[in-house]
């Protein structure tokens, strides 16, 4: 990608949810001529009929240059540039279907968020092992709801590639005045900070769905960004990475507002609701349940301690109450802070 293709070179955005569709918003805003796919062809038949996607953004209108395309080899014919915004789960099968009709130009970019059961790999490596490693990759994550991006809210966000010209070039076509596009060259930083503040979202669901107060909720934050930290150090990112926008940035966002559907998820299992229960509730994917699963077997071969997380595990899979594992974090051995 360069930056003076970004004026007239397709890019095709693969998976038409909330996400998906916002980001395709944000190519066609900034003037990219953008494809939208998605596997649902009768929702993708409305979208294109009345120009926006009435279920998760009503209020973001297409712009002319977003072609909604419910043919993925129309979408990808010509496209240079392909971003993947399907759920962690999908995220390999999504990779496998494409790997044969890809160019060798071609440049793959992701909004994936989460680690790969049962191995726990993050979205990098499952690209690694599908594609091999000589294609041009990256992530885009941090403090974002598809919501407020659809409307085009200020937003920040970060790019993060092992090529920096690839991560500098698809962050200009990106970026607009309302839209602020940061780089990285720490992709494993970027990816585990966006799978970490899932759980610890649902996390801070469970503890105000208690009614444990602020202090409670920050101190969840606090110690979780920690706990964040110490896992991505471990599996090789920068310890700074973790105090920007795919770090402390997403973790407050999901923590501490109700469009996060991992908090909102976390509030029902408070209310007394089972984790099946929420998540039927909720009705799209929370990512930060099989996050807590795949999470701990993460932190454990990497000898890691998570605490909090590994919480959030027991009451989600072992039917531990939420207040028992609040206690028993709270009577944990007392430590030094930086441990």
């Known amino acids: 990608m360069s930056a003076a293709a970004g004026s007239d070179t397709p890019v095709a955005v693969l998976g038409a949810g909330s996400w998906g569709t916002a980001l395709a918003l944000q190519f066609a805003r900034s003037g990219r001529p953008t494809r939208l796919w998605g596997r649902d062809r009768g929702q993708l038949a409305v979208m294109a009929r009345e120009r926006r996607n009435g279920r998760y953004l009503p209020f973001g209108a297409f712009p002319e240059s977003l072609v909604v395309e419910p043919d993925l080899a129309d979408a990808l014919h010509g496209a240079r540039d392909l971003l993947i915004a399907v759920p962690s789960h999908a995220f390999r099968s999504m990779l496998t279907e494409l790997r044969p009709v890809l160019g060798e130009e071609t440049q793959l970019a992701w909004a ?146 109700d469009q996060s559907r991992n908090r909102r998820f976390g509030l029902q299992v408070a209310g007394g609701r089972s984790p099946a229960e929420a998540l039927e509730a909720i009705g799209q994917v929370v990512e930060g349940y099989p996050a807590a699963r795949a999470l701990r077997d993460v932190a454990a071969r990497a000898g890691v301690e998570m605490p909090l997380c590994e919480s959030v595990y027991r009451v989600l899979y072992e039917g531990v109450p939420a207040r028992e594992a609040v206690r028993g974090l709270m009577t944990r051995p007392i430590k030094p802070e930086t441990q």
């Open 112 to 257: 994936t968020k989460g680690f790969e059961l049962p191995k726990g790999l993050l979205p990098h490596q499952v690209a690694r092992e599908v594609l091999g490693p000589k294609r041009a990759v990256a992530v885009l994550s941090g403090p974002t709801f598809a919501r407020e991006v659809g409307a085009g809210l200020p937003t920040a966000m970060v790019i993060a590639s092992p090529d920096a010209a690839f991560a500098k070039a698809l962050a200009q076509d990106l970026s607009s005045t309302n839209f602020r596009v940061y780089t990285s060259t720490d992709i494993v930083g970027v990816e585990v900070g966006g799978a970490v503040k899932n759980v610890l979202a649902v996390g801070a669901g469970l503890s105000d769905g208690l009614g444990l107060g602020a202090n409670a909720r920050v101190a969840l934050i606090t110690r979780g960004l920690a706990e964040m930290m110490r896992l991505g150090v471990a599996l090789g990112a920068q310890r700074e990475t973790f105090m920007g926008l795919a770090g402390l940035g997403d973790l407050v966002l999901t923590c501490t507002d």
